[in-house]
């Protein structure tokens, strides 16, 4: 999971910070040549009664992207997570979603992706969101290395 290995001041992300006590701590790992996130919606992530809103979906699907796009970097610079290099941080520069069908609460989302493109600054991560076998929503998302603006580098 890549977001655990992210430098603790950049670990704040309401979506996949896990120092951030209020958040959903997405978790993104290598799943072949894939990405994978899972997340069990709760019940406050109601948009009508027995489904999800919306938001849920997109905010996994950024934070999935951001992910992967780190998992690609490291990759690319010769690393695994668990190495002792630092791990690139992405922000978003675009998201798309797509919303195909309803999707149930209670039900564990899985966000697949794959890397589409990718730089030395950009990487374009392409997925699917799935609510147990049924595709719910589509995603693109440009990811880029974080700004000197926030970094501080």
């Given at each position: 999971?890549i977001?655990?290995?992210?430098?603790?001041a950049?670990?704040?992300?309401?979506?996949?910070?896990?120092?951030?006590?209020?958040?959903?701590?997405?978790?993104?790992?290598?799943?072949?040549?894939?990405?994978?996130?899972?997340?069990?919606?709760?019940?406050e992530?109601?948009?009508?009664?027995?489904?999800?809103y919306?938001?849920?979906?997109?905010?996994?699907?950024?934070?999935?992207?951001?992910?992967?796009?780190a998992?690609?970097?490291?990759r690319?610079?010769g690393?695994?997570?668990?190495?002792?290099?630092?791990?690139?941080?992405?922000?978003?520069?675009?998201?798309?979603?797509?919303?195909?069908?309803?999707?149930?609460?209670?039900?564990?989302?899985?966000?697949?992706?794959?890397?589409?493109?990718?730089?030395?600054?950009?990487?374009?991560?392409?997925s699917?969101?799935?609510?147990?076998?049924?595709?719910?929503?589509?995603?693109?998302?440009?990811?880029?290395?974080?700004?000197?603006?926030m970094?501080?580098?």
């Amino acid at each position: 999971m890549i977001q655990q290995y992210y430098a603790d001041a950049f670990a704040w992300c309401y979506g996949c910070g896990r120092h951030n006590p209020l958040g959903h701590h997405f978790e993104t790992r290598w799943d072949g040549d894939g990405t994978l996130t899972e997340y069990m919606p709760r019940p406050e992530h109601t948009a009508i009664p027995g489904f999800v809103y919306g938001g849920l979906l997109a905010s996994v699907a950024d934070c999935h992207g951001t992910g992967s796009a780190a998992l690609a970097l490291y990759r690319q610079e010769g690393h695994e997570p668990g190495d002792d290099a630092p791990v690139p941080r992405c922000v978003t520069a675009s998201l798309k979603v797509d919303y195909l069908k309803p999707t149930p609460l209670g039900v564990l989302l899985r966000v697949r992706g794959r890397i589409e493109e990718i730089g030395a600054r950009k990487v374009v991560v392409k997925s699917e969101v799935f609510a147990a076998d049924d595709l719910v929503a589509t995603s693109l998302v440009v990811a880029v290395r974080a700004p000197q603006s926030m970094t501080g580098r």
